[in-house]
């Protein structure tokens, strides 16, 4: 569904994403996020991680090569770097 103001359409459901190098390891007090790591793979001097957050859900998470890489992680974004869509009709929002 979509309000109207004046001559502007507004989302009133929207999608959010983030690319995988916008996210970063963190404390559980910043996370946005936690997850279990399912798949890690090192290309170069980044790894790349598969994080299960929930039952249907997966992140992908670029790291730097020298992060830990363990079951558990905690990630939190670059507010600056969110992207956000409306649902219908699926167009970016910011």
Do not use: K
């Not at 001559?7 to 916008?22: G, H, L, M, N, Y």
């Not at 910043?30 to 793979?41: E, L, M, Q, T, Y």
């Not at 905690?74 to 219908?88: D, E, K, V």
């Amino acid at each position: 569904m979509t309000a109207v103001a004046g001559d502007r359409s507004v989302a009133t459901s929207v999608t959010f994403e983030i690319r995988p190098e916008d996210l970063v390891d963190c404390s559980h007090n910043d996370a946005w996020f936690c997850g279990a790591i399912a798949v890690a793979a090192w290309l170069g001097n980044t790894a790349y991680a598969y994080v299960e957050i929930d039952d249907a859900r997966m992140l992908a998470v670029e790291l730097p090569r020298d992060t830990g890489i363990r079951v558990g992680i905690h990630l939190r974004g670059n507010p600056a770097a969110i992207h956000l869509f409306s649902t219908s009709p699926g167009r970016r929002v910011n």
